[in-house]
């Protein structure tokens, strides 16, 4: 078999880089799925036409990207995985870590995906789906009296959101909703956005909830795409008048050093 030719990038990539492209490449085009066994090193040296230093460092990087695993033993070997959700957020949320996500750029895209989420989903959930929904509302069905229950209502809210977004046949967009409820959800914990109760903010979420669930059971999506928008907006005005509040009140009186 003549060695796959491995093409250059505008990027430079190392030789390893490339060969790791090479791999996934010939992965996709060959229709493995996660579990599939790659060749052994030797073929992938002959395919390749690479060291086997180059063969071992492509392997660790496709490793380090969660699109490998390696098995030692018997029936051992280099195996195709999928990357987990998890560990996709995780990722992608490293990259976001310094650039000091705002409220106002969460609910930029929250406001945009969202509606067309409930849209989309209006008539076609399950009775057990709805309930299931209906279910996590009944973690902030009564104002919370302390700052911990205060904090644990905000993570509940945004997980209807994300049970809503899991719910969807489009594994982009499922993805995306959920990310972004995860990073409100870490902006909320990390700037402690939970510590001056807003029964505004509780009343108003769960109603706009409550009749989102009665829009997807009844199957109309205008309504359903209606009342997330409205709630998508309330929720940022809320927001951030909550991190305006918190912000003035942590701030030092004058004079004090």
């Known amino acids: 078999m003549p060695p796959a030719t ?12 490339q060969v790791a492209e090479a791999i996934k490449s010939w992965v996709m085009a060959n229709g493995w799925r996660p579990g599939d066994r790659l060749p052994s090193e030797a073929e992938l040296i002959e395919r390749f036409g690479m060291a086997k230093g180059t063969i071992r460092e492509a ?3 496709l490793e ?20 987990s959700e998890e560990r996709a957020t995780a990722l992608l ?16 895209i929250r406001v945009v995906l969202e509606p067309e989420l409930a849209a989309s989903l209006a008539g076609k959930l399950s009775e057990a789906q709805l309930r299931a929904l209906e279910e996590v509302m009944t973690c902030y069905s009564e ?3 302390t700052a911990e229950e205060e904090r644990a209502q905000h993570l509940a809210s945004l997980r209807f959101h994300a049970l809503l977004a899991e719910m969807s ?13 995860n990073m409100l959800a870490d902006i909320t914990v ?21 009749r989102l ?41 004058k004079g004090i050093i």
């Open 6 to 17: 491995i093409r250059s990038t505008p990027e430079r990539l190392s030789r390893p880089q």
């Open 59 to 61: 392997i660790r990087i």
């Open 64 to 83: 380090a990207q969660g699109l490998v695993k390696s098995r030692t033993g018997p029936g051992g070997g280099v195996f195709v995985h999928q990357v």
């Open 93 to 108: 949320g490293n990259y976001f870590y310094f650039q000091h996500l705002t409220i106002d750029d969460v609910y930029q």
């Open 143 to 145: 104002p919370a009296r």
């Open 169 to 181: 046949g489009n594994p982009l967009l499922r993805f995306l909703i959920r990310f972004i409820a």
């Open 190 to 210: 990390s700037r402690k956005l939970y510590a001056q109760p807003n029964r505004e903010l509780w009343s108003s979420g769960l109603d706009y909830q409550s």
């Open 213 to 253: 669930v009665t829009a997807l059971r009844e199957g109309d999506a205008d309504d359903a795409r209606r009342i997330l928008a409205d709630h998508m907006q309330n929720a940022h005005r809320l927001m951030r008048l909550q991190e305006t509040v918190l912000t003035q009140r942590f701030l030092p009186e």
